[in-house]
C-alpha cells in the first residue's frame, strides 16, 4: 500500500502561480510513475501531468508550458509548480502514483481555485 498526502492548493488570482506537492508513504518501493489528475467542475477527471522514475515527464497539452512536474525520489515527493493560471485551471488536483505491479493509488485531493 502506498499512502499520499497533498498540499499546496487554494484560491489564486488569473495569472498567478502556485505549487503543489505530494508526499508518498509506506510501499515506496514499488512506487513507479508519480503524477498529477484533475477534475474540474461537472467534468471528468483528467490527466494533467506525469514524470517517470527517471525523471521523463508528460503533460497535457492543456498544461504544457505552464505547468511543471518534478519528483524528489529521496524524499518520494512529487511537486507540480503551475504558472500563468486561469479560470479553466479551476479543479481539485489528485496525486496519483502507479506502482511497478500496474496499480494505482490516489491523494485524497486538493482544490485549486483561480478567480478574480
Known amino acids: 500500500q502506498v499512502q499520499l498526502v497533498e498540499s499546496g492548493g487554494g484560491l489564486v488570482q488569473p495569472g498567478g502561480s502556485l505549487r503543489l506537492s505530494c508526499a508518498a508513504s509506506g510501499s515506496i518501493a514499488t512506487i513507479n510513475t508519480m503524477g498529477w489528475y484533475r477534475q474540474g467542475p461537472g467534468k471528468q477527471r483528467e490527466l494533467v501531468a506525469t514524470?517517470?522514475?527517471?525523471?521523463?515527464?508528460n503533460y497535457a497539452d492543456s498544461v504544457k508550458g505552464r505547468f511543471t512536474i518534478s519528483r524528489d525520489n529521496a524524499k518520494n515527493t512529487v511537486f507540480l509548480q503551475m504558472t500563468s493560471l486561469n479560470v479553466e485551471d479551476t479543479a481539485v488536483y489528485y496525486c496519483?502514483?502507479?506502482?511497478?505491479?500496474?496499480?494505482?493509488?490516489w491523494g485524497q485531493g486538493t482544490q485549486v481555485t483561480v478567480s478574480s
Open positions: 496519483n502514483v502507479h506502482s511497478l505491479w500496474n496499480r494505482d493509488y
Open positions: 514524470i517517470s522514475r527517471t525523471g521523463r515527464a
